[in-house]
């Protein structure tokens, strides 16, 4: 009786020219709603929202490049615009109270 035996080496077979691989961690309660869902591939879910997210960053730093702004003109433009949006929060419920 001949026996032949098949040993299962490789799990992927890389050609130099792909894309690098990147290893992403999730937490379980998403990846157990992930799971739900297997139709979807996620690889390009995450892909796609990678590339969407550094053509943003492109897009600020085109906008940004020609900016006068310093680090202490950004911090106060910052404290300003929270100061009105609290402003803007605190008032609300008293005109919700007085409708």
Known sequence: MIRITLIYVFSHIYISDSMPNMTLSI??????EMKKYPEIRWSEV??????????????MDELLKKSTL????IEELDKKVKQRIWVKHRAEPRAKQSS
């Open 27 to 32: 937490p379980k309660n998403v990846y157990d």
């Open 46 to 59: 995450a892909r796609q929202s990678i590339i969407k997210k550094i053509s943003d960053l492109r897009r």
């Open 70 to 73: 310093t680090e202490n003109d």
